[in-house]
């Protein structure tokens, strides 16, 4: 059922809508505050605003103006409703987005063609951008979620760098679109190639947590260090279903089954659970032989390379283990095909190389990877934002956008605060600034202005004192709350924010995300604790 949101200060007129409205969910807004928390609690859901023109606080230009500034009006059309028939107004309406208008007193019929024109032709756009959009955004989407997974795995560590990961890449994705040519019996799409490709990107994941002198070891390995060793399937699989994030992304899926199963084998003899033929999927099937022909003729520090023919002879006589006999006619019939993709990658400029591992070992061992800016950058505004929430814990979390003058605090907070959880123009608020004084919010709104994108985090602390019933506040850069009178308690916190930035050039200040949490450090209070009374801290 399609959404309407409505919005009118008078409740009469509301009511006069949502009858013509007959067939679609409503939703109403009293002015144009609660219109924007309306829009962006339900963002993708409403496929039309209806929107009177004269309203308290905030009027319909106004919210117009913000909803053009976040570009919601590209998805969301907007029929202003008014009686002011002037020029003036209806000219600066249609500059500032609206689609149409419709006059009081309200004609039924007028109201239902409108509504229902313009929902549908806002449908068929929605539908056309989708269609061009869907490939190029499914690309997108797998990439950045590659880059949040690695972001989660570089917890862990890993001694192999190289061009390994690519070369398996590679050949799965030549082994793949061979498969297709010569049978459907996988119903194999371009996205699932594309999906299996990407994944394969993850298939050893598990090896980071295998011990350095067994994953380094020259010689060979013991029967207790192979058992170690063969654990890095089943671990790989584990780290995946342990992601806070994504974990029902199909790339994800698909990640987790070939990190668990591409040490399987046809016959049933591979590990960690012995499945056979066709229970193996097929994703694991190809990028498993995918693998076996780079390791054979990669040097490693156990084992000289062997040739390409060596190495498509080896596989071919099952000497590496059985692999799925339509999948070995697939890798003889374009071998050649992927003889020139290593040698390819064999002769790889060796500064490139260099570099690529320098990178490698940099993103590696740094410990912070969370919350560094140049990994920041490549999140998607939302993701960067939960993974900062995650990284903090205790306290509560807020955000504030310049586009929408929305500050928005999670449920928790908002219920402990006794204010709403989205509240537009925050130093205007006097449920807000009854906490918290409008000259400490502009103090507030200043440290982070004067922040930058090249150093976004803000610190600052939130020193509570307490004497008997009275309690006052100060928000200072100092960790030391100072002297104050005997019989006065004194609590700290921690103010911990990160501005954001547009990504383009000039980058322009956006917002702010944050979290209030205990200095455990200091009093070590409350330690461990995430849900507590804001009242009693502020």
């Known amino acids: ?205 598990g090896k980071i947590s295998i011990p350095d002198n067994i994953l380094n070891k020259p010689g060979k390995l013991t029967n207790e260090e192979f058992q170690i060793m063969k654990s890095h399937s089943a671990a790989g699989a584990q780290m995946l279903d342990d992601l806070p994030f994504h974990k029902d992304e199909p790339i994800v899926r698909a990640s987790h089954d070939i990190a668990r199963w591409h040490h399987e084998r046809w016959d049933g003899r591979g590990y960690p659970d012995g499945l056979k033929g066709d229970d193996i999927p097929i994703g694991a099937q190809v990028v498993s032989l995918a693998d076996v022909y780079d390791a054979l003729t990669a040097e490693r520090c156990y084992k000289k390379a062997f040739s390409h023919e060596t190495a498509i002879e080896m596989i071919t006589k099952g000497e590496c283990g059985q692999f799925n006999p339509l999948i070995l006619e697939c890798m003889n019939a374009c071998s050649e095909q992927m003889r020139l993709v290593k040698e390819g990658t064999q002769n790889i400029n060796k500064n490139d190389e260099e570099e690529i591992k320098g990178f490698a070992r940099e993103l590696l061992k740094n410990d912070a990877i969370y919350t560094s800016d140049r990994l920041l950058n490549l999140l998607e505004y939302e ?101 104050y009178p005997p019989g006065t308690k004194c609590h700290t916190y921690r103010l911990i924010c990160r501005t954001t930035w547009t990504l383009e050039a000039p980058q322009r200040y956006t917002g702010v995300i944050g979290k209030l949490v205990p200095n455990e450090s200091a009093y070590g209070i409350m330690k461990g604790v995430d849900i507590f009374d804001i009242k009693g801290i502020l």
């Open 383 to 483: 993701k960067m934002k939960n993974r900062f929430f995650e990284g903090i814990t205790g306290g509560c979390s807020f955000e504030y956008s310049v586009n929408t003058r929305m500050l928005s605090f999670s449920k928790t907070a908002a219920s402990a605060l006794g204010v709403q959880e989205s509240i537009i123009d925050p130093v205007h608020d006097k449920a807000l600034c009854s906490i918290l004084k409008a000259d400490t919010l502009k103090l507030l709104s200043a440290r982070f202005r004067a922040s930058t994108p090249d150093s976004p985090i803000v610190q600052l602390y939130l020193h509570q004192y307490i004497t008997g019933s009275e309690q006052t506040f100060r928000i200072d850069t100092a960790e030391d709350p100072g002297s």
């Open 1 to 205: 059922m399609e959404k309407i949101l409505i919005v009118d200060d008078l409740p009469m007129n509301r009511e006069i809508l949502t009858d013509m409205l007959d067939g679609y969910e409503i939703y109403e807004a009293e002015n144009g505050r609660e219109a924007i928390a309306q829009l962006k609690a339900h963002l993708t859901e409403i496929s039309l605003v209806l929107l009177d023109m004269i309203m308290p606080e905030m009027d319909g230009l106004d919210v117009l103006e913000i909803m053009g500034d976040n570009g919601w009006l590209s998805d969301i059309p907007v029929i202003m409703i008014s009686s002011d028939d002037s020029a003036d107004v209806t000219h600066k309406a249609y500059e500032l987005g609206c689609t149409e208008f419709i006059r009081r007193p309200f004609d039924a019929l007028v109201v239902q063609k409108r509504c229902r024109n313009i929902i549908a032709l806002y449908s068929k756009q929605k539908k056309l951008v989708d269609l061009f959009a869907d490939q190029f955004y499914e690309n997108e989407k797998n990439s950045q979620m590659m880059v949040d997974i690695l972001a989660h795995i570089v917890e862990f560590r890993n001694n192999e760098c190289g061009m390994h990961v690519i070369n398996v890449q590679r050949f799965t994705e030549i082994i793949l679109r061979e498969l297709v040519t010569r049978t459907d019996k996988y119903d194999l799409t371009e996205k699932d190639i594309k999906l299996i490709t990407n994944a394969a990107a993850l298939h050893d994941i």
